[in-house]
């Protein structure tokens, strides 16, 4: 009985340990992927804010070259 008791403990505190740490490292993952994400974002507004400033750039260059 006592060997019995101690393995479903033991089996019990495995499980929910496990189920802790899986639930620890998604929560890290998450933080992490909308970090990324959020970086992402910026990156692409630069981006896009550099293609609009050149095509403002040559677009007054043809007008000036005629």
């Known amino acids: 009985m006592t060997f019995l008791a101690i393995a479903t403990g033991a089996a019990i505190g495995s499980f929910l340990g496990n189920t802790l740490v899986f639930w620890v490292i998604g929560a ?39």
Do not use: I
Not at 43 to 61: I, N, S
């Open 28 to 66: 890290l993952a998450e933080r992490n992927q909308k970090k990324q994400r959020a970086e992402l974002k910026e990156l692409e507004k630069g981006y896009l804010d550099m293609v609009q400033r050149e095509q403002t750039r040559m677009e007054a260059y043809a007008k000036m070259e005629g």
